[in-house]
Each structure stands twice: as C-alpha cells, then as structure tokens.
C-alpha cells in the first residue's frame, strides 16, 4: 500500500477509502491546530479513477471523444497526459496504449 492522497475532513477521506479496490487503511496525522487524513492503498489506475484524481475521469470523456476534438480539445488531452506521465513513473504504472 502506498499513499494515495490527503484529506483534510475525515468524512471525505472515509468516503474515498469507500470506493478503493483492494487494501486500504486511513491514518490521522496531528500537529497543534489541525488533523489530516492520509488514504492509503492499491495504486492503480482504477482506484485513481474511483476516487477522482489526476483527472482520469475527464481523460476519459476525451478519449471517447477523440474523433471530434477541437484543437482546445488536444491541448487538454497533452497536459492530462503529462501529469499522467508523471503519476505513472512515480507509481510505477504502465499507461495504457490506447491513452496515448
């Protein structure tokens, strides 16, 4: 397991851990004003799409889309792809081809 994201509200944090695949735990985290809830789990993209990060659920929109796209359309497609580049190396997480 590995961090997948900080919440600040124990609620949302509880509420995305809800919708993981796999193991999962949350960990509070205190200092002297405020407390924040680390998700951990399963890094793969499913969870990642489950929970709404890194904008996979739009990525996806786009990709159905692919036959029409605007050129506003293709730049939004490079830069979701970008951070997607980044999340794979830092994951270790094979981008599938059909995405690219």
Do not use: C
Not at 6 to 16: G, S, V, W
Not at 41 to 62: A, K, S
């Amino acid at each position: 397991m590995k961090l997948l994201n900080t919440y600040d509200d124990r609620d949302d944090a509880e509420d995305a851990a809800e919708k993981l695949k796999g193991e999962k735990r949350i960990a509070s985290e205190r200092d002297d004003t405020s407390t924040i809830y680390n998700l951990f789990g399963i890094p793969n993209w499913g969870n990642f799409y489950r929970i709404g990060m890194y904008g996979l659920q739009e990525f996806e929109i786009l990709l159905k889309s692919k036959t029409i796209w605007t050129s506003d359309d293709k730049k939004r497609h490079l830069e979701l792809l970008a951070t997607i580049l980044i999340v794979s190396k830092n994951f270790s997480l094979e981008i599938p081809k059909h995405w690219l």
